[in-house]
């Protein structure tokens, strides 16, 4: 988080790409608060899609949707497969799966020690 933002700037952003992915059907959303045990992001955004075109669509509707609110990504990878698209925005990291990637990597169980606050962002 820079010395500018705001937890409430960083949650409004979370729940601005909450609403983009899940405005595209995305598939088991959640959102880890990982402010207590990362030093690189304070939120984490994971979902998945049911194929490589549904991934893309979430993605491209969480950047647009951020885009719209003035965030701009620091980086995507892995547009071009569809399986695991990464957006990291810094303060927040999406991570859009198709299921079978979703469940090899298994980032809520790497990252269980953060907080679930699905519910909070998720209206």
Do not use: N
């Not at 885009?67 to 990291?88: M, S, T």
């Not at 303060?91 to 020690?113: C, G, S």
Request: net charge negative; glycine share 6%; hydrophobic share 45%.
């Amino acid at each position: 988080m820079t010395s500018e933002t705001t937890p409430t700037q960083d949650l409004s952003a979370v729940r601005v790409a909450v609403a983009a992915a899940l405005d595209r059907k995305a598939i088991e959303l959640r959102v880890l608060d990982l402010d207590a045990v990362s030093d690189f992001a304070e939120f984490f955004l994971i979902c998945s899609g049911s194929s490589d075109r549904q991934v893309r669509a979430i993605a491209d509707g969480i950047v647009r949707h951020l885009r719209k609110a003035g965030r701009k990504p620091l980086h995507v990878e892995g547009h071009q497969h569809g399986r695991w698209i990464l957006i990291d925005y810094g303060d927040l990291v999406a991570h859009v799966f198709d299921q079978k990637t979703r469940e090899f990597y298994a980032l809520e169980r790497l990252w269980a020690d953060g907080t679930d606050v699905t519910a909070k962002v998720a209206d």
